[in-house]
């Protein structure tokens, strides 16, 4: 059986995709206003951490993503992949979704509720804004990266599944193949407070990798149909939970 969520969504998805959609909603009234009080901050930035491992996920049927039984026919190394691959092509297509909305239609495009049963078509009586009109929405930034192949303590569980003499391999290729922690994280530092960002024209929606470069994501994470459909079954995936609206409420608990 495919472990879920109280909620009855796959709980991997859940916990990646789903939370980090509720935080960043909740949280962009507060980054509009921070640029809004101090206008010598040139830009406040969302930064999403995923993976090139996105690129292992080919299908991303939003049926699945509340499942009823396991996937017996799938290994247990190819299922655990699949899943983390999918999550992480999720906050991609979320990346440049909540990155179209703010730049084509303002705060109130993001916090518009989905309608039920009208693609594409969305609530906004339950948001005050200026829509496309809003310029401060422009200082805000989102975007993704990739931190790099980097050989860390989490990579143990590859014994797990491939045992331990090919799982130990696996480890020290990455060690001395791979990134180091310093280029991980001089990727975020980078898109998290560098001024080249604003600077430069703007950077909404992109993908990079180590160290600070832009990079292509798969085709599946540059479909802008699918990011909106994802956007819209989240959406009242937590309207059924917080309710109708709840792009303005406080944080609750149980969400997931």
């Known amino acids: 059986m495919t472990p879920v969520s109280p909620k009855s969504i796959e709980s991997i998805f ?11 909603v909740l949280l962009l009234p507060l980054l509009h206003s921070t640029v809004t009080r101090f206008p010598d901050a040139t830009s406040t930035c969302i930064v999403f951490t995923t993976s090139s491992l996105h690129s292992l996920c080919r299908e991303l049927d939003l049926n699945l993503l509340t499942p009823s039984e396991g996937s017996p026919t799938k290994s247990a190394c190819y299922d655990g992949i699949w899943r983390y691959g999918r999550f992480k092509l999720a906050n991609i297509l979320f990346t440049c979704h909540v990155s179209r909305r703010l730049m084509e239609g303002g705060l109130s495009e993001v916090l518009a509720a989905a309608t039920n049963g009208e693609s594409g078509r969305y609530n906004r009586s339950v948001v005050d804004g200026n829509g496309a009109n809003d310029e401060t929405t422009k200082h805000i930034y989102v975007k993704s990266f990739f931190p790099g192949k980097i050989a860390t303590d989490h990579m143990k569980i590859w014994r797990g599944y491939l045992g331990t003499v090919v799982g130990k391999a696996f480890e020290m290729f990455f060690s001395v193949a791979g990134q180091s922690i310093q280029d991980a994280v001089g990727t975020a530092l980078y898109l998290a407070a560098s001024g080249d960002i604003a600077a430069g024209g703007g950077v909404r929606g992109q993908y990079f990798v ?40 406080g944080i609750s608990e149980g969400i997931c």
Do not use: C
């Open 14 to 24: 859940a916990t990646n995709h789903v939370g980090h959609h509720i935080l960043t």
């Open 210 to 249: 180590p160290v600070a470069k832009r990079d292509e994501t798969s085709r599946m994470a540059g479909d802008m149909e699918l990011a909106r459909q994802l956007w819209d079954w989240t959406d009242r995936k937590v309207a059924e939970v917080l309710g109708d609206g709840w792009q303005r409420n």
